[in-house]
């Protein structure tokens, strides 16, 4: 099993920048392809971004694509994501998510282990 725990949100003005990290512990890190998820108030939860265990594949939804960057580092056990240009419609809770498997995945049903989460608040 493996335990994540994101940080690194909080309150940013429309443009802004922040960085999401999602630190596991328990089982090796590398052995998992991670993703990041965001759920908005009312909305179902969405795939953002996602990465294959080596981190040299990516992917990433549309919606986010040129703005957010998803990487790893192995060795220090941790995910981040980077968000530049942010917009109001970013405001979300995010949460990291790890899955068993070769590559990398988008639907929420692929991944075994959901860190908490962080609230990300994008103001205009």
């Known amino acids: 099993q493996v335990q994540l725990v994101e940080s690194g949100g909080g309150l940013v003005q429309a443009g802004g920048s922040l960085r999401l990290a999602c630190t596991a512990s328990g089982r090796t890190f590398s052995r998992y392809f991670m993703g990041w998820f965001r759920q908005a108030p009312g909305k179902e939860r969405e795939f953002v971004a996602a990465?294959?265990?080596?981190?040299?594949?990516?992917y990433a939804a549309d919606s986010v694509k040129g703005r957010f960057t998803i990487s790893r580092d192995n060795a220090k056990n941790t995910l981040y994501l980077q968000m530049n240009s942010l917009k109001p419609e970013d405001t979300a809770i995010y949460y990291c998510?790890?899955?068993?498997?070769?590559?990398?995945?988008?639907?929420?049903?692929?991944?075994?282990?959901w860190g908490q989460g962080t609230q990300v608040t994008v103001s205009s």
């Open positions: 998510a790890a899955g068993s498997g070769n590559y990398y995945a988008i639907r929420k049903e692929d991944y075994d282990y």
């Open positions: 990465i294959n265990r080596s981190g040299g594949s990516t």
